[in-house]
């Protein structure tokens, strides 16, 4: 259940921007001093510093920088699809830090996944649209690179994602004098966001995972892929068009399939053959 309500709380992120009609550094800056607080008062982190930690901080200002512009730019659903091929950039990153060719199965689900994502590329798309699309990806890169670099011992999420939202704060001096322009209902808005859809799904996220195993977590929590678009649907009006609803299938099926098989090894794909081979006798 905690995982499945961190899944909820980011599905709502895509719509909580798109419906701010500020500026994506203004709604980062203003949901990161919210944030900031909930760490805080909440998660309590000890407080430390090291080359590490502000990496991984650098890379989460980055990711949630692109990602707030895209779903400005792009649909939700693109945005969210995108930005969860930051687990295929995980085994690109390990490849480059281990110096070693990742195996078979690893270099197809590379393959197929980036195949997947050049056709949300396609038809007609719009420079908006497609800049979008490529803030999305650019977004997943530096997400899932946060993935690898907390995966170190001496990492520490909590106090990245503080330094983080420090960096993301620093560009509310240059809109100070916009902050009088913003609604209520788009400080309500960013409100929701820095408490809720990211402070709490913080703090249910750490929880979750430490009573899970890896690959039930990040299957749950790919429930946001599909309750994202979902939400924007409802509110916006927003559906896949052809070449997106193939590709968010094939990377959604590509990161299911490393999932499955990181996590089971050959004797996943042993055992889906013996099932097939029992349905058709």
């Not at 945005?79 to 690893?106: C, D, E, G």
């Not at 393959?111 to 497609?130: I, K, R, Y």
Request: charged share 10%; glycine share 8%; hydrophobic share 55%.
């Amino acid at each position: 259940m905690y995982l499945f309500g961190t899944a909820l709380l980011w599905s709502f992120i895509g719509i909580l921007v798109r419906a701010n009609s500020q500026s994506a550094l203004l709604i980062g800056a203003v949901t990161a001093i919210f944030m900031a607080l909930f760490i805080l008062l909440v998660g309590r982190p000890v407080l430390r510093v090291s080359r590490l930690i502000v990496l991984v901080a650098v890379c989460n200002f980055v990711t949630g920088t692109t990602f707030n512009f895209a779903n400005q730019l792009t649909t939700v659903g693109n945005a969210i699809v995108l930005q969860y091929t930051s687990m295929i950039f995980v085994i690109v990153y390990q490849s480059l830090a281990t110096r070693t060719l990742p195996s078979p199965a690893k270099i197809a689900s590379v393959v197929v996944a980036f195949t997947g994502m050049g056709l949300f590329f396609l038809g007609d798309l719009s420079a908006e649209g497609m800049l979008g699309n490529l803030l999305a990806v650019i977004s997943g890169a530096t997400f899932g690179l946060c993935f690898f670099l907390n995966s170190r011992p001496d990492a520490s999420p909590m106090v990245s994602s503080l330094i983080s939202c420090g960096i993301s704060i620093l560009p509310i001096v240059y809109f100070a004098g916009d902050l009088g322009s913003v609604k209520p209902f788009e400080w309500g808005l960013m409100l929701v966001h820095g408490l809720f859809c990211s402070g709490l799904a913080s703090v249910l996220y750490a929880k979750g995972i430490a009573r899970t195993n890896a690959f039930a977590a990040n299957l749950v929590c790919m429930s946001e892929v599909v309750l994202a678009p979902c939400w924007s649907a409802l509110l916006f009006g927003e559906v896949f068009r052809w070449n997106e609803f193939l590709g968010a299938a094939i990377i959604v099926l590509v990161i299911v399939g490393n999932l499955a098989y990181d996590a089971f090894g050959d004797g996943f794909l042993v055992a889906l053959v013996r099932h097939r081979n029992r349905e058709r006798a």
